[in-house]
């Protein structure tokens, strides 16, 4: 089946760690995204990348990094400098070329102890 | 910088209501809107699309409209269900110099009782 697969669903790591969430598409998408969900509110926007090797920060890039080395691939990392880490993470694919729609995976939980 | 407020926050109604949720945005240069659905603890799934050229997107007893001149959409449920019930978001679609992004509202959280 076609979609977004992250992992892993839930992480727990200790306060100045760094740790890597998967976003793997088999859509064919150009167009991938990182967002990130606080509770009670909207997504606000990290990373995204529009072609392999090319990224661009969002609204709140700060003690984050991300990579493209694949169309398929976009790993985020969570830096020891991102002050408040816990949160919903979410990534998405786009192809601009057709409709242009936005398609989510499942959300990786990642809470800091 | 585009923001995209939503009304009402929270909403409950008894089944078989018809209702509609509202979304608002500042930016009118948009190429798309989409709305979404969440449950809790997952992802979004994507609802309607409606293109920049259009005025409204049908799926079944849900129908969104847009009014880009305005800033404006709205998302129709008709006959409501217990099923219905989740977080709907909308995200109006710019182009930018570095690229294409959505912008999300901060959701309508709708319960609908049996």
């Known amino acids: 089946d076609g979609g977004i697969t992250q992992s892993p669903k839930y992480l727990f790591r200790k306060e100045g760690q760094n740790v890597t969430l998967s976003c793997e598409q088999n859509?064919?998408?150009?167009?991938m995204y990182w967002y990130r969900q606080d509770p009670g509110q909207g997504l606000r926007l990290i990373y995204y990348?529009?072609?392999?090797?090319?990224?661009q920060k969002g609204d709140i890039a700060e003690g984050y990094s991300v990579s493209r080395e694949k169309k398929e691939s976009f790993p985020l990392t969570v830096t020891s400098a991102q002050k408040n880490p816990t949160a919903f993470y979410l990534c998405?694919?786009?192809?601009?070329?057709?409709?242009?729609?936005?398609?989510f995976g499942e959300g990786s939980r990642l809470t800091v102890l | 910088k585009q923001e995209v407020t939503q009304i009402p926050a929270a909403l409950s109604v008894p089944e078989g209501e018809n209702l509609v949720l509202n979304c608002s945005f500042t930016?009118?240069?948009?190429?798309?809107l989409q709305w979404f659905r969440q449950d809790p603890g997952k992802g979004l799934t994507s609802l309607l699309l409606?293109?920049?050229?259009?005025r409204e997107q049908t799926s079944g007893r849900l129908n969104a409209s847009l009014d880009k001149s305005s800033g404006r959409s709205t998302l129709y449920i008709a006959a409501s269900q217990p099923g219905d019930s989740a977080t709907y978001l909308c995200?109006?679609?710019?182009?930018?110099?570095?690229?294409?992004?959505?912008?999300f509202g901060e959701g309508t959280q709708l319960t609908v009782n049996p």
């Open positions: 930016d009118s240069a948009i190429y798309n």
């Open positions: 409606i293109q920049s050229s259009q």
């Open positions: 859509l064919n998408h150009d167009a």
């Open positions: 995200a109006p679609g710019r182009e930018e110099t570095s690229g294409s992004r959505l912008t």
């Open positions: 998405a694919s786009r192809n601009p070329g057709t409709t242009g729609e936005l398609f």
């Open positions: 990348s529009q072609i392999v090797n090319d990224f």
